[in-house]
Each structure stands twice: as C-alpha cells, then as structure tokens.
C-alpha cells in the first residue's frame, strides 16, 4: 500500500535561517561594561557645544526635516518669554515653542507645583489609581469648561488626546466614519494623521486609518464660498451636508474640527459656521469634537476656541492639550459631555497607556490652570490681540510683500505675497513649497536680531507666550518690520 495517498500529511522540508546579516562582535554585557561605557560619557568635554552639537548629529533624528540636524539651536536654559542658546545669546520666543509654552519658560508656579508632587510620589497607575491633585485638577476644570462639559481623561499629548476622541466617537455612535477638513493637522498617529488634511498626512498615508472623510474648509486657498460670511457658511455647510449624504448619514461617527484653524493659517470661522456644525450634528446624530490643543486655555483671547461663536455652541467631546499646562511635561485632555461619560462608565474606553493622568503632568496642569486664572491670562490675551491687530495693520500698509495677516487673541500669522505678482504667495504655492531665499532671508535677519518663530511656507508665525508684555509685543514687531523691508527689497 502506498504511503504518499490518503496518508497523514506530511509538511515540506525547508532550508535552515541563513545567518543573520547585522552582527557584532561578541561583547561582555555585564556592570564592569557599563561602567566603562559611562566613564567614557562623563569624560566627553560637554561643556563645549560642538561636542553636543555632534552628539546630535551622529545619534539623533529630527521628525520633520534633516537640514536641521546642522541648524537646529542648542537651547540651554529659558525664562518668561526667552531662552538662551549654548553661547548665551537670548532669543525671543514668538512662537511659543509649537504654540503650546502659553506661561512662559520655567514658570515658578507650574515648577514648584511639579516639585511638591515628585516629592510625595512620582507615578501611580491611571488604570485603577489616582492622586488628590488628579481629583482637583477635574473639579475645577468642570467648573470652569462651559455647558456640561464636565469629564475628563487625560493621555500624554495631543495627538493621544485626538485618537482617544476619535475611539470614543466610534464606539458611542457605533458608526465608523468621521468627517475632517482638509486645512488641518491633528496628530502625528495612525488615526490622527489619517484625520489631518494637509501636505503632512501624505507622509503616513501608506499607513492611515480608513473611513476619515475629508471636505473643504469655510476658507479655501484658492476660490471662494462667498463673499460674505453668511454667504460663505450657507455654502459651506451645504456642501458639507452634501458630502454626508454620499457617505451615509447613519455612517458618520463625527464631525472633527479645530474652532480656530491652526498652523493652516490661524482662521477664525465665518459667523455660524459653528453653530451650522452643532446642528449638523445634531441632525445626523454625530458628535461635534473640537480640537482645542492649539487653540485652548486662552490663546485666541476666550478659554475655548469654540467660544467665540454666538451664542456658544457645546461640542459633545474636546481635545486639549499643550496649553493645559504649557507644556512644562507631556500630558494631554479629551473633555466630554455627561451622556458621552455616561456611555463609557459602562462600555470600556479600552485604551491602554501607562502615563495616563500621569501625576507630574496632572500637577502642572492643576499649577498652570490656577496661574491663567489668577492672572486673568485669557483676558491679558484678548487685549494684547488688539495691539498685535495694530500692529500687523501698520506693517500690512507698509510692506508690499504682505498679502493679508490674522490675529485672535495672541494667535497670529502674516501671509506673505509675492510684490512682483500680487495676490500669489511668495513661495510660489500655497502648499508643501519650500522656503523662498526671501523668507530664508527674513528668517536670518530675525534669528540675528534675537527673535525666533516659526516660518512655514509662506507663513510668519505671531504666536508668543501669554505671559508677553506690551513692551515685548512692540519690540517683536519692531524687529519684523526691518526684516520685511528686506524681504521687499529682495522680492524686488
């Protein structure tokens, strides 16, 4: 009887592994080695930038853009509204780092409030623990936050936060679409980045979420809704209702929105745009999130982005971070609304992360959170925003090469147009072009004379510190009135 038919089955023979291709050497991994190794470290001239400044270079990986390997800034120490680079220069900082250091660098409130909380202890496990900070910093959130936005979670950034949300919406409505805009950025993960709509999604689209519906935001860059705002928001919102209805009403989880749009051009919605997404919502049955971690804790003048609509709209779920604290340690916030809270006290939020309500980060933010109060930091912005709107009209009515500028609050930008070719930006396109020699330019002059920012594209970045004096406000400006004049002549 053959033993080939029928028989049981037998599995192919395979060729071994062939050996791996990246070895070393054997090497003796024990604590005399490691002890070598960081008498070796300690013994490097630190004191010396270039050796810092190679340390970078052989070691370390920037995230978006490897010419800063060679000229990043050395950062050795900051105070209010500077910092100070390796050799002692000091440095204005107008962007706020990335928009988020609302309370100054080394902030003693924010500081001594980190220090009293490492002192008792260090870390607890959010999962099933929590400290008496974590427990007043949501006591006085839901008080402050308006309607009944009164539940928090707290993961380690923005980006985190915006996931988070992006889960909670999923699971709640049971849908599995959510409608973004394309001018936006909301992160830098798998789901986030499939929510971003700008150039910086193209660089994980390989790897995105699927089901993220994008549509043009109210302001476009290159036609229009309207000419007015109620022609601009009627539009808009009913193209958006459009799309929805070629998606599936019953499909759409949420509508994800940043209420003041960010690093795509600081835009503040028409009048009721906002208003038009809440009632959307309500209509389809999705929930409104609003993407506050650029906009939030009294950037653009008001507590909330979302609160400059009229009368204030609730979004049902709201995504914080960076100025919940200033940054002085990672830490992010999804708010949400009592029946949202409700659903999860009983449905798993099912999101695992071992720095949740970390400790650290929750005292710098119940520390920083009192600090805007106390000094009315949201009020300080919305009346240095009408010096900074001075300002920005002067340097517009004298320097060709400005197309158009936006401030709300200390959130700014100044568009830059080519003098040659009015109307069109100096890069050449609105989008993913790189930096003009003029913008290159303006940016040397600004470094030179003490003042960073952030310059993008077209784009000049006016976001400084909320804690930034008139005085300091007026010499920053003073400081890019010169540099635009080069820009003029250079564009010239």
């Excluded at 394309?182 to 994980?204: C, E, F, K, P, Q």
């Excluded at 100096?426 to 470094?447: T, V």
């Excluded at 005085?471 to 820009?487: I, K, N, P, S, T």
Aim: charged share 20%; aromatic share 10%; proline share 6%.
């Amino acid at each position: 009887m053959s033993n080939h038919v029928n028989a049981t089955y037998r599995p192919y023979e395979t060729d071994p592994l062939p050996p791996p291709r990246t070895v070393t050497e054997p090497t003796q991994h024990d604590a005399e080695t490691y002890a070598k190794a960081l008498q070796t470290h300690e013994g490097q001239a630190w004191t010396k930038e270039e050796t810092l400044r190679q340390a970078i270079r052989e070691h370390s990986i920037f995230s978006w853009n490897d010419d800063a390997k060679e000229n990043f800034i050395m950062i050795e120490r900051g105070e209010g509204v500077y910092f100070w680079d390796h050799a002692g220069k000091r440095y204005m900082d107008f962007n706020s780092g990335a928009m988020c250091v609302h309370f100054g660098y080394s902030n003693p409130a924010i500081n001594e409030a980190i220090i009293e909380q490492l002192n008792k202890i260090q870390y607890t496990y959010g999962k099933c623990n929590a400290t008496p900070t974590k427990a007043k910093l949501c006591d006085l959130l839901a008080r402050i936050c308006p309607g009944d936005i009164s539940h928090f979670y707290f993961p380690t950034g923005g980006s985190d936060s915006n996931e988070t949300a992006l889960r909670m919406a999923r699971a709640y409505t049971g849908r599995s679409k959510v409608v973004s805009r394309y001018r936006s950025y909301h992160g830098a993960g798998v789901g986030t980045l499939a929510l971003t709509g700008d150039s910086r999604r193209w660089h994980g689209e390989s790897l995105a979420m699927g089901g993220v519906v994008h549509v043009v935001d109210p302001f476009p860059y290159t036609f229009r809704w309207g000419e007015t705002d109620a022609e601009i928001t009627a539009q808009n919102l009913a193209y958006i209702r459009e799309v929805i209805e070629y998606e599936g009403p019953n499909n759409i989880a949420a509508i994800f929105v940043e209420p003041i749009t960010g690093t795509n051009g600081v835009l503040k919605p028409p009048v009721g745009y906002l208003e038009g997404i809440r009632a959307l919502c309500d209509e389809i049955g999705a929930l409104m999130i609003c993407d506050e971690v650029m906009s939030g804790f009294g950037r653009t003048g008001k507590l909330f982005g979302f609160m400059h609509s009229s009368p204030c709209v609730i979004p049902d779920i709201v995504t914080m971070a960076k100025g919940i604290n200033g940054a002085s340690v990672p830490l992010g916030c999804v708010a949400m609304r009592t029946p949202v809270a409700e659903f999860f006290r009983t449905h798993a939020l099912g999101v695992g992360q071992t720095y949740n309500a970390h400790p650290l980060g929750i005292a710098s933010a119940y520390g920083a959170v009192q600090y805007l109060i106390r000094d009315d930091l949201v009020g300080r912005a919305a009346r240095l925003g009408e010096i900074m709107k001075r300002r920005m009209e002067a340097l517009a009515s004298r320097h060709a090469c400005i197309l158009q500028a936006r401030c709300l609050g200390l959130f700014g930008i100044i568009d830059l147009q080519n003098p040659q070719r009015p109307g069109f930006p100096l890069a050449g396109k609105a989008l993913n072009a790189p930096m003009h020699p003029a913008m290159k330019r303006l940016k040397e002059h600004c470094l030179t004379e003490g003042l960073w920012s952030l310059f993008r594209w077209n784009q000049v970045y006016c976001n400084p510190p909320l804690v930034v004096t008139e005085e300091q406000l007026e010499w920053a400006f003073d400081v890019l009135d010169r540099g635009l004049a080069l820009v003029d002549e250079f564009a010239a």
